[in-house]
């Protein structure tokens, strides 16, 4: 089993930046596929951003050119880097994985952007 927890949520202004991170743990053989999903109140989940063994990324047209999935493999550790991040923004952020051939979720981070 794998259990994947979320850090790094919290309250920042308009505009400024934080980042987000996810850390796996159990018995993992491979990760196949590391992302970032969110959800806002009333609003089904969405895809943020997501990357794969093979390097392939992929964001949400909301994220590009704001938003960047990172990964320390070797640690079992992906994050999301947040800059300039606007109201539409808050919500709860949730990491999934897809290893050794089933898909996980961590528990979620609350993300509120306010001045």
């Known amino acids: 089993q794998v259990q994947l927890v979320e850090s790094g949520g919290g309250l920042v202004q308009p505009g400024g930046s934080l980042r987000l991170s996810c850390s796996a743990s159990?018995?993992?053989?491979?990760?196949?596929?590391m992302a970032w999903y969110r959800q806002a109140a009333g609003v089904q989940r969405e895809l943020v951003a997501s990357?794969?063994?093979?390097?392939?990324?992929v964001y949400a047209d909301s994220a590009k050119g704001r938003f960047t999935i990172t990964t320390d493999t070797a640690q079992k550790m992906w994050y999301l880097h947040m800059n300039n991040v606007q109201e539409n923004d808050t919500a709860i952020y949730y990491c999934?994985?897809?290893?050794?051939?089933?898909?996980?979720w961590g528990q979620g981070t609350q993300v509120t952007v306010s001045s």
């Open positions: 999934r994985s897809f290893a050794d051939l089933k898909w996980f």
């Open positions: 990357t794969n063994d093979d390097n392939r990324t």
């Open positions: 159990g018995t993992i053989k491979n990760i196949y596929v």
